[in-house]
């Protein structure tokens, strides 16, 4: 007997004669002979428990992790701390071993934790329905994108303005999710100054077009924070739906894009309390007005009555999913990240009000730090002049790849290579989180000093 | 209703221990949109020891796998090994950046690369992507890989996707989100798809058939050889529901059967914690012809160096970011290691027997709905109960077991002359002593009825909440 089967052979001899049957083969004598398979499977024979941790500790130790080398890596996933208690509540078997709660009596605690994500979340984007859940932040992008489509029906130009300055990733993702639709895309770029939106592009943009929507990031691919009101304006008065991307964790700092008038957020939840894991699994927040309601994709929660007239928590809407509606469903999502959204909401009720801003001003302060004293280096130069949150880009005077090289023998992942989308050479974004201490921080200061010496 | 977390907010208390001595500057940066200070988001202050026993005590008001037997048809709620969890926390991965220098990250490339390689030979594929997060994601890849392989390389327009009636609502979903028109084929009277409707549906306008098999009704479908002849003859491609693979594995493989792309849900039948709805992991698999159109990257392996590939000519691009869900995937490995070959073979037939043990007992009970034997999972009859079965199984709550599947309630979809079925999926992590206990609970409930309805339709008695109407209104 291998790995997890319960039965022992005089269970096995019992349930056959109950069920008249002589041997187990003869269960599968529905499949036809010539598609049965005649060996064994060619996989590696069975593993002793000690085997296979010394199998899984020496692939781990292949890899160097973030606790072995100085992390200054963003690009939308982000060193940050996870507090103790988030592990401690998911890692329970109540939430981690259960299914959909398609039984509400049986489930109301996992009903009310998604709930209460739902609220927690729906006070960082500052619009009052989050969806339980998307799969990232790329896919989260993505089905807003679609959610434009759908609300725009009317609008036969199927075609999405998308800001030059969102992460590759999120625009490879909507790219092939655009596809089955043939929904076009045109890119806005940004001004090479500031690093920001180019504006007037997307005003003349908008108008030539006429755009099912508009999809942006802030911070952007850049680091650098956009005018988000100013963009909801230019939107709004061509009544083109905007769809940000964002970073949770500014809202420590800046107000919802909900009060600067985004209609759709989208973001990675990861920041919230989600370990990297080489980025997967994460977190996708989309959040929507009441008006958008039926066009969101994913799980929502809400409130039911009980047949004594009682309040209780159960799956609502489920018309728009999949099980229900089947081809007519606004999306084909049924498995979500519904256990990560529970650790964004306990990292939110951790951090809480205060504790929330503490965060983002330190990851704000320290990534002053960094940027101003690397800044005095000879030669090294800010790329764009825009307002940064917890990263930015960096030109340097030699070539990227040998920086990075040599900063990783100083046990230091020292940042991004930027060639592809900044389009100028030698450029490295290099991100801040809580956890570098200013020690780790002058370590990178004089690292990079001596490099370029 | 239980305070909500918000509820329990106080002033001036917290939880978190968040500080740096060096950097305590509280002055607000000028950056355009900055929220004021007295600007509040409205998130709750609690103290820690609030968090925990706020979030334990909603734990205490869940079910899990680990709480109790959980028959949920087509959902294959197997036990979700502890080891996994734990190997699957280990720093080397948990603490990885998906973007460091890729040299720094070998121990992920070989495990993904092995880890493909496995599910390749486990399914019958040629290659596998692992980044769909999740089944109907692996889905939706196989739907726009099938797209752009007649762009690509037949250079035709085909539009219409063909699922079965019985089949699980992300298959057409998924076809409609890709654009695609759907085309419904109905089940015979032996359960099966009916084989001259999709003869009459084929015509040159079919780019593919999505089909699970066995189906979500728990039959095989022994015709399988003929309908592939049939689709591929027709120009078209076969696209294989992972959904139920707890049903065959060592026995047969959906590439042995024909199919051309397959998804495999780890949530499923490779044991990965269900974690509530998600989550899960979709890998998506292919034959050789179709492997350019992967999902970009996928692992791979050029002497004794391990990379991720890029340079996929054909690829439908990335459907999600980064690699796929890296700690779900490493349970599932663990999974497949803990077995081996044998192991997984068994668990197989240790779910077919247990299905079809279940249908034999409780069929004086609950009838079959198809006379024959099953695969991992029974559909049984709920008409000649004199309560719904939308109540009756309402009261195995009360006995610490998970209702199965019904209409609406669950990831299927039964026709409407099966309105009343009830689908069980044991697995084969029940023992024949909770078996043989679970069919007594029916009996039990059976003389419940007899005894006093009403008890029964307004089961379940021992939770927070009443029973709950089927798609109860909303209060806004």
């Known amino acids: 007997m291998y790995g997890y089967n319960t039965l022992n052979n005089n269970d096995k001899k019992l349930m056959l004669k109950e069920i008249g049957l002589e041997t187990i083969n003869s269960l599968f004598q529905d499949i036809p002979e010539p598609i049965r398979m005649i060996r064994q499977l060619n996989l590696p024979q069975p593993y002793s428990e000690w085997a296979l941790e010394k199998k899984l500790v020496n692939l781990a130790k292949n890899n160097i992790h973030t606790d072995e080398y100085f992390c200054f890596l963003g690009g939308g996933y982000y060193n940050h701390f996870v507090p103790a208690v988030v592990d401690a509540i998911v890692n329970r078997s109540e939430f981690l071993t259960s299914y959909t709660p398609y039984q509400p009596e049986m489930s109301q605690g996992l009903l009310q934790a998604l709930y209460e994500y739902q609220l927690l979340m729906a006070k960082i984007t500052g619009l009052p329905i989050v969806s339980s859940s998307s799969y990232d932040g790329a896919t989260a992008l993505a089905d807003a994108a679609l959610m434009c489509d759908s609300i725009q029906k009317e609008n036969k130009n199927q075609k999405l303005l998308v800001a030059k300055s969102i992460w590759p990733q999120y625009l490879e993702v909507l790219k092939t999710y655009m596809s089955g639709r043939k929904i076009e895309i045109e890119m806005i770029d940004y001004d090479i100054k500031t690093g920001m939106l180019n504006f007037d592009e997307l005003r003349n943009q908008i108008q030539q077009e006429n755009p099912v929507g508009f999809l942006f990031q802030s911070p952007n691919a850049f680091g650098i924070i956009e005018d988000i009101a100013k963009v909801t304006n230019i939107c709004n008065n061509a009544k083109v739906i905007s769809v940000l991307s964002f970073n949770p964790l500014t809202i420590g700092l800046l107000k919802t894009p909900g009060e600067l008038g985004v209609d759709i957020v989208t973001g990675e939840g990861q920041p919230l309390g989600i370990h990297l894991n080489a980025g997967g699994s994460s977190l996708g927040i989309l959040s929507t007005h009441s008006k958008y309601r039926q066009y969101i994709p994913g799980r929502l929660i809400g409130k039911v009555k009980d047949i004594k007239g009682n309040p209780a928590y159960s799956l609502v809407f489920e018309n728009r999913e999949q099980h229900v509606a089947r081809e007519k469903a606004n999306t084909n999502i049924c498995s979500n990240q519904a256990l990560n959204s529970i650790k964004s909401a306990i990292f939110l009720s951790y951090v809480g009000e205060t504790g929330f801003r503490k965060l983002a001003m330190l990851n704000y302060e320290k990534t002053q730090y960094l940027m101003n004293n690397l800044l005095k280096l000879k030669d090294v130069e800010l790329v764009f002049n825009g307002m940064v949150f917890n990263e930015f880009v960096i030109k340097f005077p030699i070539s990227v790849k040998i920086i990075i090289e040599k900063m990783l023998s100083k046990k230091i992942f020292a940042g991004i290579e930027y060639k592809n989308i900044s389009e100028i050479e030698n450029t490295l974004l290099i991100s801040v989180t809580e956890k570098l201490d200013k020690g780790d921080l002058d370590y990178y200061i004089s690292s990079l000093k001596e490099i370029l010496a | ?476």
């Not at chain 2, 079809?356 to 034997?373: D, G, H, T």
Request: hydrophobic content about 35%; overall charge negative.
């Open chain 2, 1 to 476: 209703m239980t305070p909500t977390i918000l509820d329990r907010s106080r002033n001036n208390v917290s939880g978190h221990q968040i500080f740096d001595s060096y950097f305590s500057n509280s002055q607000l940066p000028i950056i355009k949109g900055i929220r004021d200070k007295d600007m509040k988001l409205g998130l709750p202050e609690v103290t820690e020891v609030e968090i925990i026993r706020h979030y334990t005590n909603l734990t205490n008001d869940a079910f899990g796998v680990d709480n109790g037997t959980y028959p949920l048809g087509s959902c294959t709620m197997k036990y979700n090994p502890k080891r996994n969890d734990k190997l699957s926390q280990l720093a080397g991965f948990q603490k990885s950046h998906p973007l460091q220098p890729k040299k720094t990250l070998n121990g992920l490339w070989q495990f993904m690369y092995e880890m493909q390689i496995y599910l390749a030979e486990l399914l019958g594929m040629d290659a596998f992507s692992l980044q769909p997060a999740a089944g109907a994601h692996g889905e939706l890849a196989g739907i726009y890989i099938i797209q752009k392989y007649f762009e690509a390389e037949r250079k035709e327009q085909r539009n219409t996707i063909l699922v079965a009636d019985s089949a699980h609502g992300t298959n057409p979903a998924s076809a409609s989100m890709a654009g695609f028109e759907c085309k419904i084929i109905q089940t015979d009277k032996q359960g099966l798809m009916d084989i001259e409707m999709l003869k009459k549906m084929l015509d040159t306008n079919v780019a593919a058939l999505m089909l699970t098999n066995p189906s979500t009704l728990g039959l095989f479908e022994k015709n399988i050889i003929e309908i592939a002849k049939l689709i591929h003859k027709n120009g078209s491609l076969l696209y294989y529901d992972g959904a139920n693979l707890n049903a065959i594995m060592g026995i047969t493989r959906p590439g042995d059967m024909g199919f051309d792309i397959a998804h495999i849900n780890t949530h499923k039948t490779l044991s990965t914690p269900h974690g509530g709805g998600g989550p899960g992991a979709g890998p998506v698999g292919v034959k050789q012809f179709l492997r350019s159109y992967l999902p970009i990257p996928i692992a791979d392996k050029n002497g004794e160096i391990y990379f991720p590939n890029y340079k996929l000519p054909n690829t439908i691009g990335r459907i999600k970011a980064n690699y796929g869900h890296i700690d779900v995937l490493l349970k599932a490995y663990c999974y497949i290691l803990t077995n081996g070959p044998q192991g997984l073979k068994e668990t197989t037939e240790n779910a077919v027997l247990n299905a079809n043990y279940l249908q034999i007992k409780l069929k004086e009970i609950l009838p079959p709905v198809f006379n024959k034997l099953c695969m991992h999972e029974c559909l049984l009859n709920g008409d000649i109960l004199k309560v719904s079965a939308y109540t009756f199984v309402k009261r195995l709550i009360d006995y610490g077991i998970h209702p199965p599947t019904l209409v609406g309630a669950g990831c299927v979809y039964f026709s409407d002359d099966l309105g009343s079925a009830i689908l069980m999926e044991p697995t084969e992590t029940e023992t024949k002593e909770t078996l043989d206990e679970m069919v007594m609970i029916f009996r039990q409930i059976l003389d419940e009825v007899k005894e006093n309805e009403d008890f029964i339709k307004n089961a379940p008695h021992s939770k927070n909440v009443s029973q709950i109407p089927f798609m109860a209104q909303e209060i806004i």
